[in-house]
């Protein structure tokens, strides 16, 4: 299924939408698996902090990337349950942990952005470039980026 579709303005792609840290991101649809709420995340021994554990989703081992730890941000204080985006590299599963799951929204692929020289660096080096929307940033994120984890997160 592709997610980029030709219309009057131009190639159009989707993106699914999240919240982390208070800032809008956006997830290209066709990378996104599945939305769901973590239950029963097992924390890895000697991992590092951005790896919130592993989990059972429907007979799958998925890899639990903590997204405010990956932008290094601190720990949400609101108290409420986190949602995950489930994502796959190289056939391997993981579920990315954000604050809260948006809309999937329809954009022109011309719309889209070099980062700009302000966004803050943690962002940057995870983003793949933003659009302006109405009074607010959508940061794009590179899930290749994201899953780019350090030899040293993955000792487990």
Do not use: C
């Not at 991101?25 to 239950?39: A, H, Y």
């Not at 639990?64 to 290094?72: F, H, K, S, Y």
């Not at 579920?95 to 329809?106: A, K, P, Y």
């Amino acid at each position: 299924m592709s997610t980029k579709t030709q219309s009057a303005e131009g190639a159009m792609v989707e993106y699914v939408t999240a919240m982390i840290g208070g800032q809008l991101f956006g997830l290209p649809i066709s990378r996104v698996q599945d939305v769901f709420m973590p239950e029963r995340v097992t924390r890895v021994p000697l991992s590092s902090r951005e790896i919130a554990g592993v989990l059972n989703l429907r007979g799958r081992i998925v890899t639990v990337v903590d997204m405010r730890a990956r932008l290094g941000l601190p720990k949400a204080e609101d108290g409420k349950v986190p949602m995950a985006v489930g994502v796959d590299l190289r056939g391997e599963s993981y579920g990315l942990l954000i604050d809260q799951i948006g809309e999937v929204l329809r954009l022109p692929e011309a719309g889209m952005e070099e980062n700009p020289v302000n966004l803050d660096p943690r962002m940057a080096k995870l983003a793949g470039g933003v659009h302006r929307l109405d009074g607010q940033l959508m940061v794009v994120l590179d899930v290749d980026r994201v899953l780019e984890l350090a030899p040293e997160m993955m000792a487990a």
